[in-house]
């Protein structure tokens, strides 16, 4: 079973684009190894991190790490519009200071927390305006058209990085305490062969009320949640230089062969290239 559809990928350094649809190009649960901003801009969506999911309204920005699970749950089927930026962190490296961390609003924070903030109609015109001008850039290839590009996302990180540290957002999660505790559970038994019959049990839920739950609050299924929280932190462990092996253990995969094939359908990539 080829599970690429929730391991968003794209060629280049920084994709951007502006959507106005029913769908996302990605329609479940997803991680990637970038980083994303996203702003929402109208329509009737949810936005899920983790174990968080939020009412999005005009001016909202959401952002993603490279080792957080998250989607746009779509309420009505309406479309609904949104500005995305993806960029790759080693891009930014060389224009981080001692006394401007541009990543700080991505990394600084524990996973799943404090991914959101109101954008006011005075930025979102400024930052609207300057995300077109990185958006032709990036589609109109000319001489200069990466640099130009490369400026815009610097400049647009700066915006981002000065909104999150003053106005983050205290938006109530729209989870139930069951699903939070089912959540929190996953979290902290990764190791475990973790089965929608055995976190039910840990948690004395009917394991078809739990799976009814979770799909009603997120859009997305149990299972997925599970497999990308194991490969999210399969990921910390290889990227921290644990070996395949220990790493296939740690993440509670335990058949050495099904995670090997796994970590491949999901990232593209095998774990050892990963690692390296």
Known sequence: MKHNRYYEKFDGDILAGLGNSPVSPTRDFHIHDHYEIFLFLGGSVNGFVDQYSYPLQRGNVLLFNNHEIHKIFNVTGQPYER?????????????????TNLLACFQNRKPGENNLAQMEEPLLTEYTKLALQLISALENRQYGSEVLALTYLIQLLVMVNELYSRSRSAVPSLISPHIQSAMSYIDNHLHLKLTIEHIAGELNLDKYYLSHLFKQQTGGTLYRYVLLKKIALAK??????????????????????????????ITGIPPGKYGK
């Open 83 to 99: 500005l995305t930026i993806h960029f790759k962190a080693q891009l930014v490296y060389p224009f981080c200071t001692a006394a």
């Open 236 to 265: 910390q462990l290889l990227s921290a230089g644990t070996s395949v092996s220990d790493t296939c253990y740690l993440s509670g995969f335990n058949d050495y062969a099904n995670f090997i094939r796994t970590f491949k359908n």
